[in-house]
């Protein structure tokens, strides 16, 4: 599979559980949003895993701006989530915060989707694709350590 490809997947597929979460949210336990909380997040670090074991294979210097400012970005959506995990489910402004942090992800994602990562897919050559296809086919199949899907 595509590595892009596959970032773009599992991007969407987080997207749809953070909306679909907010929606059913007043209908859940508060055991049950505190679990279903902690799994989406679970799957934002692994995605972002997978971007991270992607961009350590393909940085240079002329990227290392455009990639700290990356990192920083994500660093702050990491300790949004978990400032939230350590919230009690229960307070008024939690769902809010959620839905803050979904805005926030997919704002981070398209971003650097359009930017950093249309960058190197246009500095790879083809071999270098087809080793980090080869390594999204592995996170797929979850045979790549830390994936599950």
Sequence with gaps: MDVFEFLE???HRIEEQLDEFVASYNQMSNAKRFERTALILDEIKRHFGHQNSFLSHICN??????LKECLSDRKNIIDAMDSLLMSHVDDADFREELRKLLLSFDTHLKHYRDTLFADFRQQLSPQELRNMDSQADDWMLGSAPGSRF
Excluded: K, R
Aim: aromatic share 0%; net charge negative; charged share 45%.
């Design 9 to 11: 997947v599992e991007h």
């Design 61 to 66: 210097e002329q990227d290392a701006e455009c």
